[in-house]
């Protein structure tokens, strides 16, 4: 750091901080704060080995945090939500790439003022900084100047890999750097993966979860923004230093002041109920804490000690409550006390968004994009659909679309790689699989819509013979032939030529099991046919006669050859068949010869 110079490093992989607002409210419910400094947040540590927030769960799933970019902060409205932090309620919150969170886009701000280099040594020989650089780059003094949370603040970049979500949830909003690396790293040896996840919870209380984290310089912590605090040293003389880093691993994890634990405020369509109940976390050997509560709404609040610790708001709601009201929590326990502010908010009738006309298209001429259908391989997949909401246009800042997750499916499985892109390269899909995406519409104000499912498309795949066992079989069928190859699943014929198989057993989507039909001797083509198309393997087969006929067993040629009259073999020669025939003639020639021969009589006479 400029200012402290080098500090004893700690390792705070697979580690999770908390920040719990503690102490009484700092002023009455609906009057602004002052002076809330650090002593309204408790820190803890403890051990963890996984994120508490997943990207895709049962609730849904998380957004691509889009752009992250260096000198740019990335805006996230809080829609309905307020997040508290040192005494000051705020609706939006600003994400850098270099692992902090803000509440106004400083770089903006700058704009318009001609800022040159400023010395932050007194004109001494230092270099000099930019107000950007105090502001954007991890160092003390720029991390005080500004009501800040440094959840990883060092210089980070994604373009080595790596991504960053986000997902608002009905208690807190999500922030995730996975994989991030770190600019100052050695290029001789493989970057150093950072990954960590921030919550707001609208409660007021801050989580930092960290698995894999190395940086060469970073700062965790949060600001209230009044500047870095004054080392005493500076000031007077003869005095111990009381100013330094505390390493937050040796904070430990179970808490010592009473806090109420993050409620998740209720929004409801009016004539619904808006409940929730309230508990604290307490320090080890103390009694229950007492609840209360009162709202800025007429009246006494809707609000009770359940005297176990807890307490319960309940109230029934009319079309005259629409809007948000603030319920103020407080627990008592001994001489501590905590509050929360729970936001309640009373919508009129919920109206979401849609996604309608999906459409699922391959860039080829005379497709529908609008139904399921087989493509060919080889072709890019793109995404369009059109939002939807009644009041868009009557109040787009309400209902206006805001951040879309758009989630592509293989064969039924999220493929994450490819969030929110409209569009998959043509070199992904692949011969046999299955895709589809699901668009879920969000305003901007952060109402999500119904997911909504585009058609499925199917790569062909036409099925290929890569090999025949056995090769022949008898002309009476009935053989039990092995057919190899490719894309064999989806079956419908396995022929011989043209004559079906008269069985097929599908073994796996490489192999299938037939039986061979009747069939005519000689050498046919076996032919696959799947939904996808047709496969051959051209006079791969051969039906071949039964030899073994017993009436003509034992015979020899000679004897073949001496039949005459039509019963010699079927094997003959040519000339031996016209030698039956020559012999058959002389036959009929010798009978008529001896039909016309004289007949001697008995009487002498000759005829």
Not at 234 to 243: K, L, Q, S, Y
Request: aromatic share 12%; glycine share 10%.
């Amino acid at each position: 750091d400029p200012f402290l110079g080098e500090q004893d490093p700690f390792d705070l992989s697979y580690s999770q901080i908390t920040f719990r607002p503690v102490g009484p409210p700092p002023a009455p419910l609906g009057e602004p704060a002052v002076g809330v400094n650090y002593n309204a947040y408790e820190a803890s540590t403890c051990v963890v080995r996984e994120l508490p927030v997943k990207r895709v769960d049962a609730q849904g799933g998380g957004y691509t945090l889009t752009p992250l970019n260096p000198a740019a902060l990335l805006e996230l409205p809080l829609g309905d939500m307020r997040f508290p932090f040192f005494g000051k309620e705020y609706d939006k919150v600003y994400i850098s790439v270099n692992g902090y969170i803000v509440f106004e886009d400083f770089f903006r701000a700058l704009e318009d003022y001609d800022l040159s280099g400023i010395d932050l040594f007194d004109g001494g020989d230092e270099d000099e900084y930019s107000i950007q650089e105090i502001l954007d780059s991890p160092n003390i003094a720029g991390h005080f100047m500004l009501p800040r949370i440094s959840f990883l603040f060092s210089l980070l970049r994604f373009t080595d890999g790596g991504q960053a979500w986000g997902r608002i949830l009905s208690d807190r909003l999500v922030v995730t750097f996975e994989n991030a690396v770190e600019l100052f790293y050695n290029p001789y040896s493989s970057p150093t993966r950072n990954t960590v996840q921030v919550e707001l919870f609208f409660s007021g209380q801050i989580r930092f979860t960290y698995l894999d984290s190395f940086v060469y310089y970073g700062l965790v912590g949060i600001s209230d923004g009044q500047g870095a605090p004054v080392d005493p040293t500076g000031v007077f003389d003869n005095v111990e230093p009381a100013f330094g880093l505390t390493p937050f691993v040796h904070l430990p994890c179970a808490p010592s002041q009473l806090s109420i634990n993050p409620v998740t405020p209720p929004v409801v369509s009016f004539g619904e109920d808006a409940m929730f109940t309230a508990d604290a976390s307490t320090p080890e050997g103390i009694g229950l804490p007492f609840f209360m509560g009162q709202w800025n709404n007429f009246g006494e609040a809707p609000f009770a000690d359940l005297g176990d610790g807890s307490g319960k708001f309940l109230w029934a709601t009319d079309y005259e409550d629409i809007g948000a009201h603030t319920v103020r929590v407080t627990a008592q326990v001994d001489n501590m006390q905590a509050y929360q502010d729970v936001r309640v908010v009373v919508q009129d009738k919920v109206v979401l968004p849609s996604a309608v006309n999906l459409l699922l298209s391959t860039d080829t001429l005379d497709e529908d994009p609008s139904v399921s259908r087989p493509i060919p391989p080889g072709r890019p997949l793109i995404a369009s659909y059109v939002y939807y909401h009644p009041y868009s246009e009557q109040s787009p800042l309400e209902y206006a679309e805001g951040i879309y997750m758009l989630y592509w499916l293989r064969n039924g499985q999220v493929v994450s790689a490819l969030t929110n892109s409209l569009q998959v390269p043509a070199n992904i899909p692949q011969p046999g699989e299955r895709w589809s995406f699901q668009i879920t519409p969000i305003t901007v104000t952060m109402l999500f819509g119904a997911p909504a499912d585009s058609p499925v498309v199917t790569v062909m795949a036409v099925p290929e013979i890569e090999g025949i066992t056995p090769v022949q079989g008898l002309t009476i069928g009935g053989d039990t032939v092995t057919v190899r190859g490719k894309y064999l699943d989806d079956l419908l014929f396995v022929k011989f030529g043209d004559v079906p198989a008269t069985s097929i057993r599908i073994v796996n989507d490489e192999e299938v099991e037939v039986i061979t039909p009747l069939h005519v001797a000689g050498k046919v083509t076996v032919s696959v046919e799947t939904l996808s198309g047709i496969g051959r393997s051209i006079d791969s087969f051969s039906f071949v006669g039964d030899q073994d006929d017993p009436v003509n067993e034992g015979e020899g040629e000679e004897e073949k050859e001496r039949r005459i009259l039509g019963c010699g073999n079927s094997e003959n020669s040519g000339s031996s068949k016209g030698l039956d025939l020559l012999l058959f003639g002389i036959v009929v020639f010798v009978l008529l010869l001896a039909a016309r021969r004289p007949r001697a009589i008995s009487d002498g006479y000759c005829d």
